[in-house]
């Protein structure tokens, strides 16, 4: 049996130690609940980071898509979707607003059912005058309304009307939106992509257009991770030379633009320098000439009318589908030779091919610049881009 003494101790200490128990309790739910806060705190932090990182430099993006890379940006943080999403979509639907189609710039599509830079459904108000009324559009028209950037004073696509479903400013937000409400997050994954499987249309005929805009918008976002690749890139324009031919370095093989040329043409021969150097591949770039490591005679074409904005598709074509493509017989500016085994372009006086016709530079196979126009024409469709 225990002293009394040691036993009244021991109650002693048990009762101490019963009693310290609930505030020991306290003060360790306390401080992992406080752990728990900082780490709350680091987390929101790191994204908030990450979120203003945005689409981070844009110098190797395409230069149509340049001017709209901040309000890519603000879009895609305002609905919480992926800016390089909006991006791809921007260029697939119309070039970034600059392809000559029917409800581009006014007007409805070949379908007569959407409009404006994103293709949105609309049901009446089809010029720029009257911005878009109805259909799908109604619902977005005002997304822009909780943009945090300022509607900027110029843009390419401004119109005086506000919202007008032709300014890209107010379409980008209306697709951000959207894209949203249909599910899309911030990462491109299956989210992502089940939300421009509806975008596009309904499953399963719009697969194939979701899935081009998913990979194209993963391919805009290596882009800018790695500041610029061969393709899809703003380099490759050169200083201008007098007049309205344009010259080939003999050094370099680069092209340099006329003065007097359009700025559509000037865009081809900066897109024709991107790619100078890269080799051919039978069947490179087919179908998206943007992802390509190699590039045939109809992908490069595909690739230099697209940077001038006379081609809005991403898929490139094959020779044959260019017999019939523009305005019959040579252009100002640009002229296209076509059959169903090849293609090739004069821009500005200079030759533009992957069937070479003596020595180029650099050297090997794959798209050059060539001063020589001596190259046979028979059995070629001579076709032009219109305008041009």
């Known amino acids: 049996m225990a002293h009394p003494l040691i036993a009244y101790g021991a109650q002693q200490v048990a009762g101490h130690a019963a009693s310290r128990a609930p505030k020991l309790l306290a003060g360790t739910l306390a401080g992992l609940l406080m752990l728990l806060l900082v780490l709350v705190l680091v987390v929101l932090h790191v994204n908030y980071e990450q979120q203003q990182e ?12 340049q001017p709209f890379v901040r309000i890519y940006e603000d879009a895609a943080k305002v609905y919480g979707v992926n800016p390089f999403l909006l991006m791809a979509v921007h260029e697939d639907e119309t ?41 799908t559009w109604a619902g977005f028209a005002t997304a822009y309304e909780k943009a945090k950037l300022d509607r900027p004073d110029s843009y390419p696509g401004r119109q005086e009307r506000h919202p007008n479903i032709y300014d890209n400013y107010d379409a980008i937000y209306a697709a951000a939106k959207y894209f949203a409400g249909l599910g899309a997050g911030t990462n491109l994954d299956k989210r992502t992509y089940n939300a421009l499987l509806s975008y596009k249309g309904t499953p399963p005929a719009s697969i194939p257009f979701a899935t081009h805009d998913y990979e194209r918008a993963k391919a805009l976002e290596q882009l800018a991770a790695t500041s610029g690749g061969d393709l899809g890139g703003t380099g490759g324009a050169l200083p201008d030379v007098p007049g309205s031919k344009a010259r080939v370095d003999p050094q370099t093989g680069e092209a340099n633009a006329p003065e007097d040329a359009p ?3 000037k865009r081809m021969i900066a897109a024709g320098n991107r790619i100078n150097h890269m080799s051919y591949v039978y069947g490179g770039g087919h179908p998206n000439y943007l992802t390509a490591n190699g590039l045939d005679c109809s992908s490069s074409t595909s690739y230099v009318l697209h940077a001038g904005g006379v081609f809005p598709s991403t898929a ?3 020779s044959g589908n260019f017999m019939n493509w523009g305005d019959s017989g040579p252009g100002r500016w640009v002229t296209i030779y076509a059959h ?14 992957t069937s070479h016709y003596g020595p180029t530079m650099p050297a090997g196979s794959g798209p050059r610049w060539s001063s020589n126009l001596n190259r046979p024409t028979a059995g070629f469709a001579v076709r032009h881009p219109p305008g041009l």
């Open 95 to 135: 070039n970034y607003g600059t392809a000559d189609l029917p409800g581009v710039k006014t007007g409805v599509n070949f379908a007569g059912c959407c409009a404006g830079p994103m293709q949105f459904l609309i049901t009446g108000g089809a010029t720029v005058e009257q911005g878009g009324s109805g259909g």
């Open 316 to 318: 490139a074509w094959v």
């Open 340 to 353: 169903g085994g090849h293609i090739w372009t004069i821009i500005a006086g200079i030759r533009f091919d």
């Open 54 to 65: 945005g689409i981070g430099d844009s110098s190797g993006l395409p230069a149509l898509a």
């Open 263 to 265: 700025e559509a043409v």
